[in-house]
């Protein structure tokens, strides 16, 4: 199997399959869109969805024109992720705070709280992280 990532005119990035590599377009099975976004910890974080959630046909063809880079050398921890979320992601599921799954938002809320365990952490040689991060620098600059 070849996967590849595709960044599109629109902005999308989007992780997939490669069925097919034409003079003019892809063929692509199960393709899901890259989303980036910070944390409030200032950490980047990715998130994926389907890139096209109400598509009954898992295989897509995606005219060249639209491609802006097309990048077939990918990590295999990404393409771990990929088949993982592929194989994990509820893709009927539609719920009211958008498409979130039930597995994501509880994974999300074990994260918030391992994160907010690790800031409070108290240390032996000093203060906690959150203590560090949110104290004001003791320096002036004249």
Request: hydrophobic share 35%; glycine share 4%.
């Given at each position: 199997?070849?996967?590849?990532v ?6 999308d ?5 490669i069925?097919e ?17 910070m ?10 969805s389907?890139?096209l959630l ?7 063809i ?15 921890n990404?393409v ?7 194989e994990?992601?509820?893709y009927?599921l539609?719920?009211?705070?958008g498409f ?13 709280k391992?994160i ?27």
């Amino acid at each position: 199997m070849e996967y590849a990532v595709l960044k599109l005119m629109n902005g999308d990035e989007i992780i997939a399959e490669i069925l097919e590599d034409n003079e003019d377009t892809y063929k692509v099975s199960q393709p899901v869109q890259i989303h980036r976004h910070m944390t409030h910890i200032h950490q980047e974080m990715v998130r994926c969805s389907y890139w096209l959630l109400f598509s009954k046909n898992p295989e897509v063809i995606i005219d060249k024109r639209n491609v802006l880079v097309y990048s077939g050398d990918i990590n295999q921890n990404v393409v771990k992720h990929y088949e993982y979320f592929k194989e994990h992601a509820e893709y009927d599921l539609i719920d009211k705070d958008g498409f979130i799954g039930k597995d994501e938002q509880e994974f999300k809320k074990q994260m918030t709280k391992r994160i907010e365990e690790k800031l409070d952490e108290e240390h032996e040689d000093g203060p906690s992280l959150r203590d560090l991060i949110l104290s004001p620098a003791n320096t002036t600059i004249h």
